[in-house]
């Protein structure tokens, strides 16, 4: 089955630091992949998403995150955290079975990552 | 409407007793999508309808739980009998897609949940 791993689940960083969260899933084929955020009384939000071309994605509020194949990850980046990001931040996948049958798009999530930045 | 309705936000139940929890997509979405969000197992997938039929069923942890989906709309989650580690937040998603091979856009929007405590 398929699985998605956050490798980081609670963070703690001051302002201005810079932020990488590591995301890896398990499934060969082809993935759509997402990064939602939940902020504190909130619900989930997209952040961004990876379907198809430039590996590089850029997302609201200046995240972006890499998705790289050979390593089946897709890691979210932030070069300056501010103390609103603090939230619950989601990896999720979506992957594409094999030829001939549906993708229903339900979505396989990672356990999540608590950021909490310090002002 | 405006995002993903649902109701009630909060239910109190005691062991044993039925609950139904709704679900109001946004105006037009065809897929829907039911989530559990629950400490220690993360965001599971529940459930997955495609107008009013449900082609995929395969998260619903036990036959006491139940969905359905009318007019293409608005959904209700049964759950009967509840038990105390039924006690999640039920999120509920929509989405504007079909889901087939090769479709590659399932942005999926989350309603703000219903949290269940069963006492």
């Known amino acids: 089955a398929q699985s998605v791993s956050q490798h980081n689940h609670h963070v703690i960083l001051s302002e201005a630091a810079s932020l990488e969260l590591g995301c890896n899933y398990s499934y060969g084929g082809t993935v759509n992949l997402f990064w939602y955020v939940q902020y504190p009384g909130q619900h989930l939000q997209l952040l961004l998403k990876y379907f198809s071309g430039d590996p590089l994605v850029k997302g609201i509020k200046g995240f972006e995150a890499e998705f790289i194949k050979s390593k089946f990850s897709f890691n979210l980046r932030k070069p300056s955290v501010q103390w609103s990001d603090t939230a619950e931040y989601f990896c999720a996948v979506n992957a594409f079975y094999d030829f001939g049958s549906s993708n229903t798009g339900k979505l396989i999530f990672g356990q999540g990552t608590t950021l909490q930045v310090k002002p | 409407g405006a995002g993903v309705s649902q109701s009630p936000s909060n239910k109190v139940t005691e062991k044993g007793k039925d609950v139904e929890l709704r679900c109001d997509p946004i105006s037009g979405h065809t897929a829907l999508y039911w989530y559990r969000q629950s400490l220690g197992q993360g965001l599971e997938f529940l459930i997955y309808f495609q107008g009013n039929s449900a082609p995929d069923k395969s998260g619903l942890p036990s036959d006491r739980f139940s969905a359905e989906r009318t007019g293409g709309s608005v959904s209700t989650l049964t759950i009967q009998r509840t038990q105390q580690e039924d006690s999640a937040v039920y999120l509920c998603?929509?989405?504007?897609?079909?889901?087939?091979?090769?479709?590659?856009?399932?942005?999926?929007?989350f309603g703000a949940g219903t949290r269940l405590s069963v006492l």
């Open positions: 998603a929509s989405s504007p897609r079909s889901y087939r091979w090769g479709a590659t856009d399932n942005i999926q929007y």
